[in-house]
């Protein structure tokens, strides 16, 4: 069967499923999702270097804002 952000095995109910990839120097982007909606990813083109960080409510799963902080030019 299919589980939720490609995960191997289902999350327990009232639980939110999700799936953070970090990529790989500039060859692989990052990605974040989250309940099965991808909230960051290089296809969304919503990511760059440094820290990518999704805010998400954590009693309704819902989307909040993406930001990118870009760590190495200050």
Do not use: W
Not at 2 to 10: D, E, F, I, Q, V
Not at 62 to 74: H, N, R, V, W
């Amino acid at each position: 069967p299919r589980h939720k952000c490609g995960n191997k095995k289902s999350c327990p109910q009232n639980h939110f499923a999700f799936k953070i990839i970090s990529g790989a120097a500039n060859v692989v982007g990052p990605s974040i999702c989250f309940d099965d909606m991808i909230l960051m990813s290089s296809v969304k083109n919503n990511i760059g270097r440094g820290l990518n960080i999704a805010l998400v409510n954590g009693t309704s799963g819902q989307f909040l804002k993406a930001e990118t902080f870009d760590m190495y030019s200050g």
